[in-house]
């Protein structure tokens, strides 16, 4: 093993982890962040690059570690899967497919698999705080971060000890990667980030079990992940706030099928949708924080995945629909609601660029054809933990998925993960997924 340093960040990241206690709200919490998790994999095979992920998973023998690679691509298609503000990642898409397929081939139980949930969640959420946000710019939190996460709930599965989770955690850094290129042309690659992201922190674990070294300071060191990829890196940021609650329970969960930054407006947006009734809408203004236009500035989507990060199409389709679901991105709808979306302005503007990214907000204005204006705004959207779904509200989402996902008996799975929280052991996926 590798002898650490005695300011190794990652050392003392997995030794803060370590010593967290945790009460059985934090394993139900858990639990209902797997069944978000698993729900978003099992509706999306039913998708063009959930197929294609399933084509190249049945062609050759499925490792645990592709196992992690297809579950996490998949949780991460429809883009309903859960959010962490403060670092801008998806843990859940990450962490969970790592620990449950390596929890299956172990026989692990629920309530070990939980606890490496929680850490998981735990390390990529930290790291992804420490990055800095220059680093959300060019690459993709998620895919960067992610391997921080995956690699320690592995870890803790497999019992590794400081020293080799410290190896760990150096060798998931050192796969770090995943750019944000994509959204030029739409292409799937953010499904790509997510499963390699479980896939790479998985087999820095099972390398680490080996005696596997690792780089200790990979994200303080002079060629380390700070200093390559983070124009303004927090390190400080890192290991703040120990007695802070799991940083799991800080997550939102997304009640739309959208990216998280068009949550705000659409919120909001719903709010006075129902005030509007048949009167023709002439124009509309959305305030928000500037990370939202780097990633949602998009006046004509070409495409469902397009729409998905548009401020423009996501504000229309509110205030004219009254309503989000699957299919207010495809492409009957994004014809419809065309000339509406060119009428949307957006700007960063105060208070939502200075509570950015502890709170992700927005304001939604429409002008209506009778003179009358009409606007609404939030500090916290539906789904943040300030405003969160309760537990009914997390049910009927993952029956929704699994329903839309051909699913027979969701109930039944439902209450199967809801179990871990008991002890139970890990079910089987429904429907011969893998």
Known sequence: MTALPPLSLTG??????AARPIAPADERAAALFTLDALANALAGRKTRPGSILLDWAAAEPLTTGREALLLGGLTHILEVDDLHRASVVHPGCVVVPAAWALARRRGIH???????????????????????????????????????????????????DHAAMTDALGNAGTQSSGLWQFLATGAMSKHLHAGRAAEAGLL??????RGFSGPPQILEGEKGFF??????????????????????????????????????????????????????????????????LDVCDRVVANSEYEAK????????????????????????????????????????????????????????????????????????????????????????????????GGIAEPQRFINAILALAEDAPLPDLPEAVL
């Open 204 to 209: 820095a674990a099972d390398l680490a079990a």
């Open 110 to 160: 629920g309530r070990a698999f939980l606890a490496a949930v929680l850490r998981g969640f735990e390390a990529c959420c930290r790291v992804g705080m420490a990055v800095g946000p220059a680093h959300y710019k060019i690459w993709h939190n998620t895919a960067t971060c992610g391997p921080f996460g995956s690699a320690y709930a592995a870890g803790d599965l497999l019992g590794l």
């Open 12 to 17: 003392r990241l997995a030794a803060l982890i």
């Open 309 to 404: 990060f548009s401020l423009q199409h996501t504000a229309a389709a509110a205030l004219t629909d009254g309503r989000i679901d699957f299919a207010s991105f495809d492409a009957p709808a994004r014809a419809r609601l065309a000339a509406t979306a060119a009428t949307v302005t957006i700007e960063a503007a105060k208070p939502f660029t200075t509570r950015y990214p502890n709170a992700w907000g927005a304001r939604i204005t429409a002008w209506l054809g009778d003179g009358a204006t009409l606007s609404a705004e939030r500090e916290h959207a539906y789904g943040d933990p300030e405003n969160p779904l309760d537990e009914a509200a997390m049910r009927a989402k993952a029956t929704m998925l699994l329903e839309y």
């Open 227 to 292: 200093k390559a990829t983070c124009a303004d890196p927090r390190p400080e940021r890192l290991l703040a706030e120990p007695d802070a609650p799991w940083q799991l329970v800080l997550t939102s969960i997304k009640p739309w099928p959208s990216c998280r930054h068009t949550h705000p407006t659409i919120d909001a947006g719903l709010e006075i949708a129902a005030k509007i009734g048949n009167r023709p809408i002439e124009r509309i203004h959305v305030a928000t924080y500037q990370a939202a």
